[in-house]
């Protein structure tokens, strides 16, 4: 099991000094764990939100450059298994609270983060803990 779905973290958020709702203590010294699977599925929205929201980032290709830094990751080939897998163009502009499609990026991100995916389930879990809890 990948490191993101034993933390319940499937975007393998690190650790920034500020509990979020639904984290819980993990032995993990640089990633958050979270109570359930669908507690780090609302961090990734939440996260890829406040991007857009404080920072303008509206376009799979500049979520994925501040997600995913060129310094950790293999950037490009990131950003186009996303916009492959989920339909929508690198350069389309998104908007973080149209479920329709947030859901296919960031089921994408997962299946990238960890080599497999989640429950669709899960990931609609999720979008409506996002949702209530912003």
Not at 3 to 20: A, Q
Not at 81 to 100: E, F, P
Request: proline share 2%; with cysteine.
């Amino acid at each position: 099991m990948t490191r993101g779905l034993r933390n319940n973290n499937p975007g393998n958020i690190r650790h920034d000094g500020v509990k979020w709702r639904g984290e819980i203590a993990g032995t993990d010294k640089s990633f958050k764990t979270f109570e359930t699977m669908a507690w780090g599925v609302r961090a990734m929205f939440l996260l890829l939100n406040n991007y857009q929201i404080k920072y303008g980032i509206d376009t799979i290709e500049s979520m994925i450059k501040r997600w995913a830094p060129e310094n950790e990751n293999n950037t490009e080939t990131y950003i186009q298994t996303v916009s492959k897998i989920s339909g929508i163009n690198r350069s389309t502009l998104v908007t973080t609270t149209r479920k329709a499609q947030m859901l296919p990026i960031v089921e994408a991100m997962i299946m990238v983060e960890n080599g497999e995916n989640i429950a669709y389930d899960t990931i609609c879990e999720g979008w409506q803990l996002f949702i209530k809890h912003k």
